[in-house]
């Protein structure tokens, strides 16, 4: 059973940075991608960033030069950066990883709560 574990959430002020870490329960070349997706009260869960196996990033337009995806395949972890937060980004953001073997099989992590207000 794979087990992706956020982290790093929490309340920022409008412009402040936080950073989001997922770790995966087993080595993470084994998934084709992996990304972070969001879902703010009555939206539908969204795909903010995702990295491929070869480290070939993409992201949604709302978040172009704010946020950044990277995957250490040593440690076995996904982060996501995100800098100049506005009031917008506040979601429950998820881990997400497709499986390398079979792609309809996605691995999701519990959510950390971000939230961007003064």
């Known amino acids: 059973q794979v087990q992706l574990v956020e982290s790093g959430g929490g309340w920022v002020q409008p412009g402040g940075s936080l950073r989001l870490s997922c770790a995966a329960s087993?080595?993470?070349?084994?998934?084709?991608?992996m990304g972070w997706y969001r879902q703010a009260p009555g939206q539908q869960r969204e795909l903010v960033a995702a990295?491929?196996?070869?480290?070939?990033?993409n992201s949604v337009d709302s978040v172009k030069g704010r946020f950044s995806i990277s995957r250490d395949n040593v440690e076995n972890t996904v982060t996501l950066q995100m800098n100049d937060l506005k009031p917008e980004d506040t979601a429950v953001y998820y881990c997400n990883a497709v499986d390398g073997t079979d792609p309809s099989v996605l691995y999701w992590g519990q959510g950390t709560q971000v939230t961007v207000s003064a």
């Open positions: 990295i491929t196996s070869d480290g070939s990033t």
């Open positions: 087993r080595p993470i070349f084994r998934f084709n991608v």
